[in-house]
């Protein structure tokens, strides 16, 4: 929680770094090529560059989106943008699509992002950290490495289908940008800097220009390039690797002086051009699930790393950047990077590796990052030298890409980005980890003090970058703190906490079972287990003969294959909710309808292909989230119910409201779209109408993204109970489900039985016709073929082969459900009770009213006994029998307690007591 | 067994007597479930088709039974019940829910009352009695996990039906149709009401919802039925009772006290005022309890003062210990109903009356006070012979008693009845409460 405090007690300042580079006049929009995060009263600062990785906050704290910086510019409205390109996590991939990969997913995974429409523009406000970001090529195996800090990216990923990624795809705006960058930054290595942003394909180089300290992180920018010049030297092979190596030293040593940004500046908005070119509008889709372990597998590969390269570390530790004392020792620390060069040179990709764990720790703004960031920056500059070396200036991008260092060059570069992605714990993880293995290590031996020294300061920094720092990163620092000093493979141990965090908040977007995910995220109140109903013994028996059959099918519940008779309206519906999917936009749309219209049904399909659709990649994937006014207790507890089925979370009314409210106006750059399918909207009906405003009003925020489905029965639902401004906020989306006819309703039936005979064709129109003249409720019709089934079932002199159902098993059917029992139950009641009943019609007519106290009727009534020659009842008994008839209603009667004042009233039509009576 | 009967056979008359009671009791109070009912086989049949194939096939029903007061439902209902449990296999799958309307009068306590018989607590642990939110979500979230070949059906009994589809949005009756209406648990909701138009009071997306299955449970059988109802009723079993011959004994008076004309007039009388079982059941209650060692079985006069007992007025009873005073003031109020048409009347009213009577006729009375009058009144207040029009405005408005308006709750032939009855009752009082006008 630490991190939350750091968040809120410190105030991040976003701050240019430098003058604009290019300014558009067109869209009045400056262009920058770094741009600082520093925290309020602290002195170190995270700059970030384009083409570096970056983590961007999102809704899911434990795995923010990850993505590349392709511009900063700064619109006229002083508002600080930069322009992205997504990269999607796994669990950011819906988890159907993920079986198109046909493997597992590694944990630490992300796909290039090329899927449609997706916001590229952000906030800067919204940039957590620097993260590292490796390539590896679709036929290597990921390393198994156990870190976490690292990304891999194998496949792009298109919202459709998965690609695999040619380094030339992801890394053809950097390479450019490195290639044209490289000549400049041979000869002058004031200008290797800007090299760095481009770094291959791989922008995390750049990222890994982000020094706390404010003076240093300009430098620290630059320093990168010695590395990669060694790089590139190494790969050119032929070439003294001493030589480029120290070149490269001085390189990085004269760029973090130098303060020329310009020809790096050029570079980027060269590599940025392409980016943008390449990504129009990607829209990224928000999948907050993530791997849990994949930062383990990386973690261990660094460490494996380290042990070849500590020299390298050292080196980087020196430069700290920091103080220009460190700088000084920097000579000695060349050999390692010689060594290291030389290393890249031979063992190519393995050699990178160890550059790009350094250059991960970069990421972080603290001052090691300074260090690292040279080593990261070194990576690109190399790389740009060995371009340089290979190719003329002007064709280098492609060039560079065919050359046949390539084979070689994938895996640093992926590194490489990797490395730029990773967080400022890494950094203190590492030097830890340096700290052992130097205490081994023979070669290591001169360095270690600095190292040390190194690690002390950080160490005082590091009070202060924790402050500074993402909360993100704060905790991560906290994690490998603690294992620090464990082996090498150990560090991945303190990601356990995080990994069970991270389930939590996989948890959150759980499409189908919300409930039962639910469970994890409130330790509170644990539930043991999810409620259910014991499961039977014997298995259900399944229906045998063709009646039973028949029966089955026509059981409301049973799911028909397709909703006949509802074509036009499903495609509405279809039509709208699709397009909205489609757009990332909001809107309410409401249906009424009588019951057993198939409203509710209709909508169900409608999601039904919308979500096959989704599967199929033809529509992005959005959650479906289903409420019911009749399902809950009190109109409020619709937000607890739809917060809880969108994360799982467990709240009050009230707290939900809040919680709902940030979520659908609060911009997330990779938001899935909401349906919500609001089901007997008249209940939620509140007397200020929050409720109902709340959910028309989430739905026009600009980042809502959700789209109200409403159902109610009765048309003018809106102009009757809402007020005004909900009623403006549902809008005039409407739609009217009317009654079934009759041919309708046979339709339904035919296609519920699907062949299976068991109805005779009149039977089948008889029950239709009947029900659309009285309701056209499809519910109803069903229900009557149901009891023909049975009637016809009992009826048959033949148990074995009871034949079709006709028509007088359907009459019998309409019967029992339609007639009334007034007249039977007249019938049946006895004498007494009848005998009051025709005094009441007597008194009634004598009154000339349709009512009269039971007193009066009482007088009839015992003259009419004696008419009918019965012994008068006594008033107990005439009243009892009263009270019977009030009982069922045949009579209505004020509270007994009256006695004999009590009114009384026919409930039945005066016709049909005399029907009754007299038909005896 | 018949070494035992022949030992058993000198059983002394008073334990047979006990034994008879006790047998004839229980029968009559519902204690015991007979084989069958009586003439409602096709119902019997529809109930417990359709209660198995929720049992066995899973299937969702929902079904109201609708009869008169008396008529048997909740003995059908039993009665199928018993036979459907004794099936084996669905004695361990089936699992039932009985709620009443008249106790569970709120759908929070209903939940509860659900839960609990699902004996789903010990899955929530402290949780079921959590708000009713959490509980409605809950049992919903329970039911909507189960499917129909699966789960075990869930069998709920809705006993008083109509109180439920008073309770607010009728929730509890919306969710139980929604889900019988739905591929979730297979459930049977079953609703026993007495009110014929018990539909009309469900919502109409409640009433879409049910399958509008009514079993009509109304009593048609005729008289001769009843008599042989009334036979059996008292019917001695020979092979179980102890005693042979005491059986034998009393089974033949049985049949000569049905034959007897007075007790078939008795009877009649019954039948035609009510077809309800448990009135018939209460009728030979009463005679039953008047059987003991000297009166070893039921007479026709058994029968008949029995019957006496429950027909009696109870007004006319409650005349009869009233005072020679208040039955005055009842008879004065008799005739103030004929003077002004049954508008209210006031003590003071009622007291002129009194005193004009004395006046005019009585020599056997003596004037009394009006304080003594008041007491008297108050006393018929309480009786509840007279009521206030309007208590609450009365009180409110604080008048005094003398002029608060008030109503005879009696009919005149009950006051007619009563001064016949009266003992002792002076001849000018019971010819003034005659006389037409006061």
């Known amino acids: 929680m630490a991190r939350y405090l750091t968040r809120n007690r410190l105030r991040r300042i976003y701050k240019w770094g430098g003058l604009p580079v290019s300014h558009d006049r067109k869209l009045k929009t400056d262009e920058y090529d770094s741009l600082r995060i520093s925290l309020e009263d602290l002195p170190r600062t995270t700059v970030i560059t384009n083409g570096q990785y970056i983590l961007i906050e999102g809704v899911d704290d434990d795995h923010p989106y990850v993505a590349k910086v392709t511009k900063l510019i700064e619109s006229d409205k002083k508002k600080k943008k930069a322009l992205v390109q997504w990269f999607a996590r796994v669990g950011e991939v819906p988890p159907n699509k993920l079986k198109l990969l046909g493997r597992e997913p590694h944990p630490q995974e992300i796909f290039y992002y090329e899927g449609p429409t997706c916001e590229d523009e952000i906030d800067v406000e919204s940039i957590l950290d620097t993260v590292q970001v490796k390539f590896i090529p679709a036929g290597a195996p990921f390393p198994d490495v156990d870190r976490q800090e690292v990304l891999y990216v194998k496949l792009s990923w298109n919202t459709k289908v998965f690609t695999v990624v040619t380094p030339e795809q992801i890394e053809t705006a950097a390479a450019t940008a490195a290639a044209a960058a490289a000549p400049r930054l041979v000869p002058t290595p004031s200008r290797l800097r800007p090299a760095l942003p481009p770094s291959p394909p791989c922008s995390p180089a750049l990222a890994a220009a982000t020094p706390r300290s404010r003076a240093p992180s300009r430098r620290a920018l630059p320093t ?71 930062l383990m597998d990386e973690d261990e590969g660094l460490c494996q790393l380290l042990d070849e390269d500590l020299d390298l570390d050292v080196l980087m530790v020196q430069r700290s950047a920091t103080t220009l004392t460190h700088l000084m020792s920097q000579p000695g ?39 690292q960031d040279s080593d990261r920056a070194s990576t690109p500059s190399r790389r740009a030298e060995r371009a340089s070396k290979e190719h003329s200036l002007g064709v280098l991008a492609e060039e560079n890409e065919n050359s046949p260092m390539e084979p070689a060059a994938p895996t640093p570069r992926t590194s490489r980005r990797k490395s730029a992605q990773l967080v400022s714990s890494r950094i203190r993880k590492q030097l830890s ?29 590091e009070e202060q970058q924790e402050e500074e720092e993402e909360e993100f990163c704060a905790r991560l620092d906290s994690d490998d703190e603690i294992v620090a000093k464990k082996s090498k493979r150990g560090a991945a141990a303190p990601r356990t906490p995080r990994s069970a965090r991270k389930s939590q908040a996989s948890m959150r977007t759980p499409r189908k079972t919300p409930v039962k995910k639910a469970t994890p995220t409130t330790p509170r109140t644990p539930r043991h287990a999810t409620p259910s109903i014991p499961s039977r013994s014997l298995p259900a028996r399944q229906p045998g003969s063709a009646l039973e059959e028949a029966r089955a099918r026509l059981h409301v519940s049973s799911v028909p294959e397709s909703l006949p008779c509802r074509e036009q309206e499903f495609q509405d519906i279809y039509n709208f909710v699709e397009s909205k999917v489609m757009d990332g936009t909001g809107g309410c749309m409401y249906i009424s309808g009588v019951p057993g219209t198939g409203k509710t049904a209709t909508v169900h399909e409608v999601i039904r292909s919308l979500q096959r659709a989704s599967d199929a990649d033809d529509i992005p994937a959005f959650n479906f989230i289903e409420i019911n006014g009749m399902k809950m207790t009190d109109p409020h507890q619709a937000y607890v119910q739809i917060l809880q089925k969108l994360t799982g979370q467990k709240a009050t009314p009230d707290h939900a409201a809040a919680l709902l409210e940030k979520r ?54 809106p102009e009757r109970i809402m007020i005004n401004r909900v009623a403006s906020r549902l809008g005039l989306t409407r739609m009217s489900f009317q009654p079934y006819s009759f041919k309708q309703l046979q339709q339904i039936i035919m296609s519920r039985l699907n062949k299976v005979k068991a109805f005779e064709e009149d039977a089948l129109q008889l029950v239709s016709r009947k029900v659309a003249a009285l309701s056209g409720d499809a519910r109803r019709c069903l229900d009557i073929c149901r009891r023909a089934t049975e009637i016809c079932e009992h009826t048959s002199l033949d148990p074995g082969a009871p034949g079709l159902v006709g028509m007088s098993h359907v009459m019998q059917a309409l019967d029992e459900m339609f007639s009334s029992a007034y007249v039977t139950a007249i019938r049946c009641a006895s004498i007494q009770e009848q005998l009051f009943l025709r005094s009441v019609l007597m008194e009634f007519r004598r009154l000339g009213l349709e009512e009269a106290t039971f007193q009066q009727v009482l007088v009839q009534h015992q003259a009419l006994c004696r008419v009918e020659g019965l012994q008068p009842p006594s008033v107990s008994e005439a009243l009892a029998a009263c009270q019977r008839l009030g009982a069922c209603r045949l009579l209505l009667l004020e509270p007994s307690r009256l006695g004999v004042l009590q009114r009384v009233r026919l409930n039945v039509s005066q016709d049909d007591v005399l029907y009754a009576l007299k038909a005896e | ?201 469900l919502e109409k997306r409640v009433k879409s919802r ?55 007039a008795v009877l009649l009388r019954h039948f035609n005022s009510t077809k309800d079982f448990r009135s018939l059941h209460r009728l030979l209650m009463a005679s039953l309890c008047r059987v003991s060692v000297n009166n070893p079985t039921i007479k026709p006069a058994d029968l008949l003062d029995a019957s006496r007992l429950l027909s009696a007025d109870a007004m006319t009873n409650v005349l009869h210990g009233l005072s020679i005073l208040e039955l005055c003031l009842v008879i004065a109020m008799k005739h103030l109903n004929d003077i002004y048409d049954g508008e209210p009347f006031n003590l003071q009213m009622v007291y002129n009356e009194f005193k004009r009577f004395l006046q005019r006729k009585s020599n056997s009375l003596y004037n009394f006070e009006l304080p003594v009058v008041m007491k008297a009144f108050e006393h018929l207040q309480q ?29 005149h032939s009950q006051i007619m009845e009563a001064l016949q009855k009266y003992p002792q009752c002076p001849t000018d009082v019971k010819q003034w409460a005659a006389s037409a006008f006061g």
Request: charged share 25%; net charge neutral; proline share 4%.
């Open chain 2, 383 to 411: 009786l509840e012979v007279v009521r206030p029009v309007d208590a609450a405005a009365a009180v409110a408005a604080r008048a005094q008693r003398e002029y608060q308006l008030v109503r005879l709750m009696l009919d």
């Open chain 1, 224 to 294: 990168p390039d010695p590395m990669v010049m060694n790089r590139a030297a190494a790969a050119a092979g032929g070439h003294g690797v001493r030589g480029t190596a120290s070149a490269g030293k001085m390189a990085e040593a004269e760029s973090m002086h130098s303060a020329s940004k310009i020809s790096a500046s050029k570079c980027l908005s060269g590599k940025r051009r392409s980016c943008v070119a390449r990504t129009p509008g990607v829209r990224k889709k928000l999948e907050l699930s993530s791997p849990r372990k994949s």
């Open chain 2, 210 to 264: 049910f399958s509008h299955r009514q079993i009509h449970l109304l009593p048609s059988l005729s008289f001769s039925q009843y008599l042989q109802a009334v036979q059996a009723q008292l019917h001695l079993p020979d092979t179980t009772f102890p005693d042979t011959t005491f059986c034998y004994d009393w089974n033949a008076s049985l049949k000569a006290l049905c034959e007897d004309k007075s007790v078939e």
């Open chain 1, 664 to 717: 659908f106006s609060h911009a997330g750059p990779k938001k899935e779209s909401t349906v919500l399918l609001v089901d007997e909207l008249d209940l939620l009906w509140t007397r200020k109408q929050n409720v109902m405003y709340n959910l028309f009003d989430w739905p026009t925020r600009r980042h809502g993204r959700l789209v109200v489905l409403t159902i109610a029965n009765t048309m003018d639902l």
């Open chain 2, 1 to 201: 067994m018949s070494k035992r009967k022949l030992k058993d056979s000198p059983m002394p008359i008073g334990e047979c007597i006990s034994q008879v009671q006790t047998l004839l009791r229980e029968r009559l109070c519902h204690q015991q479930l007979p084989q069958r009912p009586e003439g409602v086989d096709s119902q019997h049949k529809h109930l417990m088709e359709l209660l198995k194939r929720t049992a066995v096939h899973g299937e969702s029903n929902s079904v109201l039974i609708i009869g008169p007061r008396g008529t048997g439902k909740t003995l059908l209902l039993r009665c199928v019940l018993a036979e459907l449990l004794a099936e084996e296999d669905v004695d361990k799958t089936l699992l039932q829910v009985h709620l009443n309307g008249l106790l569970q009068t709120d759908d929070r306590i209903a939940l509860k009352e659900i839960t609990r018989q699902l004996s789903l607590e010990n899955v929530v642990g402290d949780q079921v009695f959590g708000s009713f939110a959490e509980n409605l979500a809950f049992l919903l979230e329970a039911l909507k996990k189960g499917d129909r070949s699966s789960s075990r059906p869930v069998l709920f009994i809705l006993d008083e039906f109509d109180l439920f589809a008073h309770h607010k949005n009728q929730t509890l009756l919306y969710n139980l149709l929604d889900v019988s209406q739905s591929a979730q648990t297979p459930v049977a909701v079953v609703g026993l009401t007495c009110r014929l138009d018990v539909l009309e009071l």
């Open chain 1, 433 to 461: 980890l340096l700290d052992d293995v130097h205490s081994d290590g023979d070669d290591s031996d001169e360095f270690l003090p600095s190292a040390k020294e190194l690690r002390s300061s950080s160490d005082e920094e």
């Open chain 1, 333 to 371: 620390g060349l050999t390692p990077a010689r060594k290291t060069s030389r290393a890249a040179g031979s063992w190519g990709s393995q050699s990178m590796k160890p550059v790009l764990s350094y250059m991960s720790l970069g990421g972080d703004s603290s001052p090691e990052t300074a260090l």
